[in-house]
């Protein structure tokens, strides 16, 4: 078995070897592929297919943002209903809080020293906080950052938000993009399988909502990333099957940038004490196979993303040869997984991204929101 572009890759899985000429010949995976390659333990097959994928649209390259997360709640009123989440809590738990705007403003302060291009914000279902206080909290921070992209809300947000002003959701999303919002974030996506829904989050945004709301946002011109949540009680099938409804909204509107697989954390929530599984992240076989089995899958698709804050800076180096483009960004303070048990920190410098993808033998690329180069390094 070889990396090199042209040497022919030999599985140590006969039941990979198919799929191995399907990749060579450029074709299309389907669901009984995915399946087998979440199945096999020939890890370095699945890598080193998703490395020449990876390498035939991305050549050396590996991308990051200097990216700034703020959470303006975290009251959320799904928080009995998503029991894989530590993060959202009812206004009155110990923790609960929530912005004021000239506090989002605040945070969002240390922008200009550290140099951010992209605000990524997201947080909790808040009863209260109604669709102006986030239309003035974007156009408010397009006055002070005009030159920052903002990624803002999921569609479990904006549906949110549209039942609770009596709008649909194409009209919250008009709202959005005439308050300066660039693009959504892909959260909120979970695993699109209505019997893992029911076991992790019943009542929460159904597959199909998830799906019509990022058309709808791809439809105004406003791409977005999409996610799978892995690692909790879902099948191989029901993970291979939520990446193909991604890549068939992919084959109809071309409007997402990025997949990224999201590694479930099971500390502190209803879900890891019912599985026996506080203190047992996933594991660094299953984060790689992940990142690896979504670049093979999703042909349609420019870029990989792996979550550092989810699979450590470590294993997120070393999916720079499973097919992974995309290293997230700075971050600067992460709240969601760390209150799910994440140890890692809550934000990465942004010389030590240029190290990390130096170290693996690739070309860092600072990148914008939409992949367009801004700083290249050799
Ligand atoms: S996953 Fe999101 S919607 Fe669900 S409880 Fe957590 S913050 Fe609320």
């Given at each position: 078995?070889?990396?090199?572009?042209?040497?022919?890759?030999r599985?140590?899985?006969?039941a990979l070897?198919p799929i191995?000429?399907?990749?060579?010949a450029?074709?299309?995976?389907?669901?009984?592929?995915?399946?087998?390659l979440?199945?096999?333990?020939?890890?370095?097959t699945v890598?080193?297919?998703?490395?020449?994928v990876?390498r035939?649209k991305?050549?050396?390259?590996?991308?990051?943002?200097?990216?700034q997360h703020?959470n303006?709640?975290?009251?959320?009123v799904?928080?009995?209903?998503?029991?894989f989440?530590?993060y959202g809590?009812?206004p009155?738990?110990?923790?609960?809080?929530t912005?004021?705007?000239?506090?989002?403003?605040?945070?969002?302060?240390?922008?200009r020293?550290?140099?951010t291009?992209e605000?990524?914000?997201?947080?909790?279902?808040?009863?209260k906080l109604?669709?102006q206080?986030?239309?003035d909290?974007?156009r408010g921070?397009?006055e002070r950052h005009?030159?920052?992209?903002?990624?803002?809300?999921?569609?479990?947000?904006?549906?949110?938000?549209a039942?609770?002003e009596?709008?649909?959701?194409?009209q919250?999303?008009?709202?959005m993009?005439?308050?300066g919002?660039?693009?959504?974030?892909?959260?909120?996506a979970?695993?699109f399988?209505?019997?893992?829904r029911?076991e992790?989050?019943?009542k929460?945004?159904?597959?199909?909502?998830?799906l019509?709301?990022?058309?709808?946002?791809?439809c105004l011109g406003?791409?977005?990333?999409?996610?799978?949540?892995?690692?909790?009680?879902?099948?191989?099938e029901d993970?291979?099957?939520?990446i193909?409804?991604?890549?068939?909204?992919?084959?109809?509107?071309?409007?997402f940038?990025?997949y990224?697989?999201?590694?479930?954390?099971?500390?502190?929530?209803e879900?890891g004490?019912?599985?026996?599984?506080?203190?047992?992240?996933?594991t660094g076989?299953?984060?790689?196979?992940n990142?690896?089995?979504?670049?093979?899958?999703l042909?349609?698709?420019?870029?990989?993303?792996?979550?550092?804050?989810?699979?450590?800076?470590?294993?997120?180096?070393?999916?720079?040869?499973?097919?992974?483009?995309?290293?997230?960004?700075?971050?600067?303070?992460?709240k969601?997984?760390?209150?799910a048990?994440a140890r890692?920190?809550?934000g990465l410098?942004?010389?030590?991204?240029?190290r990390?993808?130096?170290?693996?033998g690739k070309?860092?690329?600072?990148?914008?929101a939409?992949?367009?180069?801004?700083?290249?390094f050799?």
């Open positions: 078995m070889a990396m090199d572009q042209g040497v022919r890759i599985p140590r899985d006969p070897v191995v000429e399907k990749v060579e450029g074709e299309r995976l389907s669901l009984g592929d995915g399946v087998a979440f199945r096999t333990r020939d890890l370095l890598g080193a297919l998703a490395d020449r990876n035939r991305n050549g050396d390259r590996v991308f990051f943002v200097a990216n703020l303006p709640t975290n009251v959320c799904l928080n009995k209903v998503c029991v989440c530590s809590v009812s009155t738990a110990p923790g609960a809080y912005m004021s705007l000239d506090e989002a403003f605040a945070e969002a302060e240390e922008a020293e550290i140099g291009r605000f990524h914000i997201v947080g909790g279902l808040h009863q109604r669709l206080y986030y239309l909290l974007f921070l397009k005009p030159t920052v992209h903002i990624k803002a809300l999921t569609a479990v947000e904006i549906a949110h938000l039942r609770i009596g709008m649909t959701t194409l919250v999303l008009q709202e993009k005439q308050a919002v660039d693009s959504l974030p892909g959260g909120g979970e695993v399988g209505p019997a893992v029911r992790i989050a019943e929460k945004l159904a597959a199909e909502e998830w019509r709301i990022h058309r709808e946002a791809h406003i791409p977005s990333n999409c996610t799978l949540l892995y690692g909790h009680v879902e099948t191989y993970r291979v099957e939520h193909l409804r991604l890549r068939e909204l992919q084959d109809e509107t071309g409007g940038l990025t990224i697989p999201l590694a479930y954390h099971p500390d502190h929530n879900l004490r019912r599985l026996g599984r506080e203190g047992t992240a996933t076989f299953d984060d790689l196979k990142l690896g089995v979504g670049r093979l899958l042909d349609n698709f420019g870029h990989i993303k792996t979550h550092w804050i989810m699979v450590t800076p470590k294993i997120s180096q070393v999916s720079l040869h499973f097919g992974v483009d995309d290293v997230e960004g700075t971050v600067v303070l992460e969601i997984t760390h209150a048990g890692t920190p809550v410098p942004y010389d030590e991204m240029v990390l993808i130096r170290e693996a070309r860092p690329v600072e990148r914008d939409l992949y367009r180069p801004m700083r290249e050799d």
